[in-house]
């Protein structure tokens, strides 16, 4: 059985009033890009633990969870009140296979993304693996407003430093901003939009998607990779599409 073991909070940012980045020091053990760990705290006597992404680096120093507050939920609103300084608990061990290891060899990846499930896609843009082993790399974050596209400095760091191989497009589905594609993932696959607006073919012999969020969102695209025949992704049965479902 996994092991808690005690976490400190070293810094804490906030996105918006409701997205939330913990940075904190824990003895766990190393990780690989895109792998999630079990953070817990003790509620009237009861240990509540949820799973998070860690957004580092494998190596990368203090280890990073970004969230959102979910309304009435039992964890996250608690979470976000600690402060630097704080104590809560996490496990050992990370876990997960929405990872580079398990995605096939082939030209272009496609990182598809709503709110904080962006946070496994910046863990695995920060490692060296991800810029050899692609042709390009294609990040998506879908959020309701602009002030929800989070970690856009980083974003735009990676887009000057990997101008050919690098392609970033935000989606806003309650607000229309330049440069964004104001709507959905899947709609935006099913009429063309996201390729058009990246320039690369996404399909079965070049493509490999990688999902990572909520559970409708998940389901929709991956209906719509279906029509290209892109199928999900096993070790046994090798298929176009990983995906890791946060709710
Ligand atoms: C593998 C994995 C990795 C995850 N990584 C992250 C992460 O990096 N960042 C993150 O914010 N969340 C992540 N989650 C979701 C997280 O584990 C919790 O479910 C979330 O923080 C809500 O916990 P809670 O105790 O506050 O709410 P609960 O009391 O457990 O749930 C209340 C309700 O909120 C819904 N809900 C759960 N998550 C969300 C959400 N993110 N937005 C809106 N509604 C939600 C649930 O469906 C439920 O109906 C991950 C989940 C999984 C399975």
């Excluded at 992404?53 to 964890?75: D, K, M, R, T």
């Excluded at 996250?76 to 997960?96: C, K, M, Q, Y």
């Excluded at 709110?115 to 790399?137: C, D, N, Y």
Aim: proline share 4%; glycine share 6%.
């Amino acid at each position: 059985m996994a092991q808690w073991t005690k976490a400190q909070v070293v810094a804490k940012h906030y996105w918006t009033e409701r997205l939330v980045s913990l940075q904190f020091e824990a003895d766990i053990a190393p990780f690989k890009a895109g792998q999630f760990l079990r953070c817990g705290l003790d509620i009237d006597g009861d240990r509540v633990g949820r799973a998070y992404s860690l957004v580092n680096a494998p190596g990368e120093h203090p280890f990073e969870i970004y969230f959102n507050i979910v309304a009435g939920g039992q964890l996250s609103p608690r979470l976000a009140t600690l402060e630097v300084g704080d104590a809560f608990w996490t496990h050992e061990t990370s876990n997960g296979f929405l990872v580079l290891d398990e995605v096939p060899n082939v030209p272009d990846l496609w990182l598809l993304s709503t709110g904080t499930a962006i946070g496994p896609f910046i863990s695995m843009l920060k490692t060296a693996e991800i810029w050899q082993r692609f042709e390009h790399v294609v990040l998506v974050h879908a959020v309701r407003t602009a002030e929800e596209l989070s970690y856009s400095e980083f974003i735009n760091n990676m887009l000057k430093v990997h101008t050919e191989k690098f392609h970033f497009v935000p989606f806003i589905s309650r607000e229309q901003v330049v440069n964004s594609i104001h709507g959905r993932i899947p709609a935006a696959i099913t009429n063309l939009q996201l390729e058009k607006r990246v320039g690369l073919a996404l399909n079965a012999d070049r493509s490999h998607v990688m999902l990572c969020g909520n559970s409708g969102m998940i389901e929709t695209t991956r209906n719509a990779l279906a029509e290209r025949d892109m199928i999900r992704h096993r070790r046994s049965v090798p298929g176009h599409v990983s995906t890791e479902k946060y709710f």
